[in-house]
Nanobody, 122 residues
Framework: QVQLVESGGGLVQAGGSLRLSCAASGGTFSAYFVGWFRQAPGKEREFVGRINWSSGLTYYADSVKGRFTISRDSALNTVYLQMNSLEPEDTAVYYC???????????????WGQGTQVTVSS
């Protein structure tokens, strides 16, 4: 069973940047697609983007396209979410998760990390 641990969240001013990490243990990402999601208070969990671990192909939600970038480091078995030009609306708990289906739907993701808080001040 793959275990995921996110890190890198924090408080940043609008316009700033953060890089989140998602490290896997107990397994590797090689058999999965890795997704990033976020959930703000009182809102549903929202798809942010995903990466095909094998090919590096990525896909992003329109709300973050051009500002966020997902990448991977095979040696470290880690996926990253680089977030630039952050806006107060990006404030949320960010989660990584894995699936064997190329999908935006959180219901299709099998394993989830515990989440990391990102707060963007105006």
């Amino acid at each position: 069973q793959v275990q995921l641990v996110e890190s890198g969240g924090g408080l940043v001013q609008a316009g700033g940047s953060l890089r989140l990490s998602c490290a896997a243990s107990g397994g590797t990402f090689s058999a999965y697609f890795v997704g990033w999601f976020r959930q703000a208070p009182g809102k549903e969990r929202e798809f942010v983007g995903r990466i095909n671990w094998s090919s590096g192909l990525t896909y992003y939600a329109d709300s973050v396209k051009g500002r966020f970038t997902i990448s991977r480091d095979s040696a470290l078995n880690t996926v990253y979410l680089q977030m630039n030009s952050l806006e107060p609306e990006d404030t949320a708990v960010y989660y990584c998760a894995v699936t064997r289906i190329w999908t935006n739907s959180p219901r299709s993701y099998s394993y989830w990390g515990q989440g990391t808080q990102v707060t963007v001040s105006s």
